[in-house]
């Protein structure tokens, strides 16, 4: 009771500094902005921070619209019945998740390496173990490509991610750091103890190179719903372009990397007006085009679009009983390809569409 208490306490104080940024003290503004916070979060379960970069302190929020918000740990619960818990790991860890889609005959990303541990590499161009130093550096010498991505076998947004490219002077990361065959053995030893896998690095459509100017891949975010009828449809989809120059990743992570959401229109597979949460309180901005290239996003036409609908419908039958999945898809040259499953995905509450989102969740 007193570890609740202390919780609710720091809360309050959290809140009241929060609604400074909006109003000044003792205002009438800033009572208003802190009791209408204190009751929002208490009611609909939000942090004061995720209440914050949605906009919910500042002064001017209209209040008729917080419904088409929902806070992280409503949709959790509401995830749960839908996904049991005692399958998260099939989508999380991803050493099972890519060996399964593969199984399942659904297409993803070639994969090179897997290991489970910060000691045993297995090869998956041979299917062999590589347990000694010698026979690691030789594989990474010998079978790698000129580019390839290495992920953590457990991880969200982007945390950990390296997109390593081979030189002539050795391997090159996105910041400028070499590395050679036996420093990335280290390097995996070293950053992965809990084991990682190391992938074909996907490359985007020449649209959407020409829309972003941004090489560096970027998905479309699918959110599939398999229905008490068992019945599977898309319920929302969202692109994710990176807005940014240096930002190897297309995370929002809640407006923090500065990425842009992009709504699709899942009939047409056309783009709306891009939506941003910011840092600074004052809730969602709408971006109307690129703002590397200047291109408007409005009505642009997203390539292969249909096929990674019916890609993620036909997935999704394959991951029951788990029912709602939020899948990020890359769109290529050769057709959609899965990145990954998310079992537990985050509101896309930019898109002012949850109370849409949570009828349909809720037959």
């Known amino acids: 009771m007193l570890k609740q208490l202390l919780k ?5 104080i959290l809140i009241a500094r929060l609604a400074l940024k909006s109003a000044r003290f003792p205002s009438f503004d800033y009572f208003r902005v802190l009791m209408r916070n204190i009751r929002i979060c208490k009611q609909r379960r939000y942090t004061p921070i995720e209440a914050f970069r949605l906009g919910f302190f500042s002064k001017h929020f209209d209040t008729s619209l917080i419904d088409k918000f929902t806070s992280r740990k409503v949709l959790t619960k509401i995830q749960e019945r839908l996904n049991h818990p005692s399958w998260a790991e099939l989508a999380k860890n991803k050493a099972i998740f890519y060996s399964y889609c593969l199984q399942a005959k659904i297409r993803v990303p070639q994969w090179y ?9 297995w090869d998956c ?13 030789e594989f990474i010498k010998r079978y790698l490509p000129s580019k390839f991505v290495i992920k953590p076998i ?4 982007g945390v950990r991610v390296v997109i390593i490219n081979k030189t002539s002077k050795g391997f090159k990361d996105t910041e400028g750091n070499f590395y050679s065959a036996s420093d990335i053995v280290e390097y995996l030893q070293a950053r992965y103890p809990e084991g990682f896998i190391i992938q074909q690095r996907v490359e985007n459509h020449p649209a959407i190179v020409a829309l972003t100017g941004i090489d560096a891949l970027q998905t479309a975010r699918i959110i599939s719903l398999i229905d008490n009828e068992k019945k599977c449809r898309i319920i929302h989809a969202h692109f ?5 120059l240096r930002v190897f990743i297309d995370t929002h992570l809640q407006g923090l990397t500065g990425n842009v959401e992009v709504p699709i229109d899942i009939e047409k ?10 840092s600074t309180g004052q809730g969602i901005i709408t971006i109307s085009k690129h703002p590397i290239t200047g291109k408007s996003f409005q009505d642009f036409k997203l390539p292969v679009w249909h096929e990674a609908c019916d890609m993620v419908k036909e997935a999704a039958y ?46």
Request: glycine share 6%; proline share 7%; hydrophobic share 35%.
């Open 8 to 12: 609710k306490t720091v809360q309050s």
């Open 113 to 121: 390496v897997v290991s489970t541990s910060e000691r045993l590499f």
């Open 125 to 137: 161009y041979n299917n062999r173990m590589l347990s000694c130093l010698k026979s690691k550096i």
């Open 154 to 157: 457990r991880g969200a947004y």
């Open 240 to 244: 994710k372009p990176i807005t940014k």
């Open 269 to 278: 597979g056309t783009l709306g007006a891009g939506n941003q949460i910011t």
């Open 318 to 363: 394959k991951f029951l009983p788990i029912r709602a999945i939020g899948w990020d898809v890359a769109l290529t040259p050769s057709g959609p390809r899965i990145i990954e499953a998310n079992i537990w995905w985050d509101p896309p509450n930019q898109h002012m569409r949850m109370d849409e989102m949570l009828k349909e969740m809720s037959h």
